[in-house]
């Protein structure tokens, strides 16, 4: 026997017999991406606003550090000049010789029958600019011109340079000590004379005492 059914629902009353209705999953396609965007957004922008406050934060740190490091930098050149200009002092110190050593050697060294005429002492340098200490060391010339008498004034003089150049004043600053110039001298009293040159010179000494 065939039984006759009638659906009495309309198409909107009807219902989805599943755990979840299709409206509601369309829905929720719908939503979903768009919620997880704004919350994605929201800590994005959370995110921007705490580093755009340290970014403030370390702009103005920095308005105040900059005057303070410019100024640590100028002085941190002028220290450093500073110390070049002592360094520079202090060669130019140990560049000069002692000249009052070197005067009471020789004039210890000098016999009772030599008489000096003309000494000198002279200091050059080629530059005027100088760049380190060693640059300020000076080239020392040494003239004697002297007068020996006696029976030996000849090996007097040669004598007179070899004790010298043993004092330690006049070894240590000159590098040599020439006999330039040796010749006989007419005396009135029939003395035997003999005028002399002596000429010490030192060269490409860099620093240190003399």
């Known amino acids: 026997m ?19 209705s299709r409206r509601f999953l369309t829905i929720s396609l719908v939503v979903t991406p768009i ?3 704004a919350v ?17 934060s370390s702009r103005t740190v920095w308005a105040n ?18 110390r070049q200009m002592i360094k520079l002092f202090d060669g130019w110190n140990g560049a000069q010789g002692s000249f009052v050593k070197l005067l009471e050697d020789i004039q210890e060294t000098v016999p009772e029958n030599i008489q000096f005429v003309r000494m000198s ?7 005027s600019v100088f760049a380190a200490p ?9 003239v004697i011109e002297g007068i020996s008498q006696g029976e030996h004034a ?7 340079r070899k004790e010298l150049l043993a004092c330690e004043q006049v070894g240590s600053t000159f590098n040599s000590l020439k006999l330039a110039s040796l010749r006989k001298r007419n005396s009135p009293t029939g003395q035997n004379l003999r005028e002399f040159r002596l000429e010490g010179e030192v060269e490409d000494v860099k620093g240190g005492e003399l």
């Open 154 to 160: 000849e090996n007097d003089v040669i004598q007179l």
């Open 121 to 127: 002492v002279r200091g050059t340098q080629a530059d």
């Open 134 to 142: 060693e640059d300020m060391a000076m080239d020392y010339k040494l």
């Open 35 to 37: 919620m997880l965007i």
């Open 40 to 56: 994605l957004s929201g800590i994005k922008l959370v995110q921007y606003t705490g580093v755009k406050s340290v970014l403030e």
């Open 2 to 20: 065939n039984t006759t059914r009638v659906n009495l629902l309309t198409k909107s009353e009807q219902r989805h017999q599943g755990a979840i």
């Open 65 to 82: 550090l900059e005057p303070k490091l410019e100024l640590f930098k100028e002085e941190k050149r002028g220290l450093a000049t500073n």
